[in-house]
């Protein structure tokens, strides 16, 4: 049975576990003999089939109806639509990041999926778990108009904290072989990752907007290769699952081949990790349907407010279309039951 947040809201408080134990992410041979193993070692993983292929099927039917829906002209059937003027604001790295869009239920139904959510209860160790609100991606074949998106190899965690702290992940939900896009990575890049920022504490660093991303310069790139670190392209199906440690090296590329690259982000952590302060200010930016990037435990807070060409889009909304109906589950993913009720 589903029902409505605030029907939730107003009946359930929940007290989060005490945290049990979690997967290491230090790059040791492990023996789980699932997808566990390939995580430790290679600091990412690919859970074939996270989502059942009719359901992976259906999403990316309701991705393109979103698409399609904010009625600027965009139709899936007809590649001469695939431009900006007829489609919600989409920045050069496939991200629609405005419009509520992180709170739309089909991405919530995704986020919701058992294999999605058991995937990381079982790297945690914890069911007690906390999930982003976070964008899509969408990059679509074929398309000439996009400025360039140089790759932008970088790693999604402030190197002044080292160690695990945050897994990513996204659903696939297009065939993504060799020449569809999506996302490269460094195998490895987070057994040496302590190493990296330690020798390469002097290397000027790349401007960002948060400390929690570390952009690798050229001499960066050269000392991966100089310790025999390479990049790999992640091929999926839809209804995979992609996981990847925070400080392993990675980026995206648009698709050079015939399919879309379409993907949902899915990042997801134990409560017991996030402060009441962080799950209040989460609540917050699920009441008003805002995206707090992967970062479950809203370190950051975004804006539904997109721009185009320098002017608000006309589009431009603070809700979602379609209103997202939680299940006892995915409720608690949001935070709001663990908030401790003051007497
Ligand atoms: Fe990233």
Redesign the pocket.
């Known amino acids: 049975m589903s029902t409505t947040t605030t029907e939730y809201g107003t009946a359930m408080t929940v007290t989060g576990t005490q945290r049990k134990g979690r997967m290491a992410l230090d790059g040791a041979p492990t023996n789980y003999g699932d997808f566990r193993d390939a995580l430790n070692r290679d600091g990412y993983a690919v859970i074939k089939g996270a989502i059942p292929l009719d359901r992976a099927t259906k999403y990316a039917d309701e991705f393109y109806s979103y698409l399609e829906g904010f009625d600027l002209g965009y139709d899936r059937t007809d590649p001469s639509t695939v431009k900006p003027s007829k489609l919600p604001v989409i920045n050069e790295k496939g991200m629609i990041l405005a419009y509520g869009v992180t709170h739309e239920k089909w991405v919530w139904d995704i986020r919701g999926e058992p294999g999605v959510v058991d995937t990381f209860a079982k790297v945690y160790d914890d069911d007690d778990l906390i999930v982003s609100f976070d964008v899509v991606n969408v990059q679509f074949a074929n398309r000439k108009d996009m400025p360039e998106n140089k790759p932008w190899p ?1 790693q ?1 965690q402030d190197p002044a904290k080292p160690g695990f702290r945050c897994l ?1 992940g996204l659903v696939n939900l297009n065939p993504c072989g060799p020449n569809d896009g999506g996302l490269i990575v460094c195998p490895g890049g987070h057994k040496i990752s302590e190493q990296f920022h330690r020798e390469m504490a002097d290397e000027p660093r790349i401007p960002a907007w948060t400390p929690e991303w570390f952009g690798f310069t050229d001499n960066g790139m050269k000392w991966l290769a100089d310790h025999g670190l390479d990049w790999v392209k992640v091929c999926a199906e839809p209804g995979d699952l992609i996981i990847w440690d925070s400080r392993v090296p ?1 980026y995206n590329l648009p698709p050079s081949g015939k399919n879309d690259r379409l993907a949902v982000y899915t990042c997801f952590m134990p409560v017991v990790e996030a402060s009441q302060e962080d799950l209040v200010r989460k609540k917050k930016a699920f009441e008003d349907r805002l995206g707090t990037t992967h970062w479950p435990n809203a370190v950051h807070v975004g804006t539904n407010l997109a721009m185009r060409d320098g002017k608000p889009c006309p589009k431009a909304r603070e809700r979602p279309i379609e209103e997202p109906i939680l299940t006892e589950r995915t409720f608690k993913l949001t935070g709001i039951p663990y908030i401790e009720q003051k007497a």
């Open positions: 970088h999604d990513q990675h």
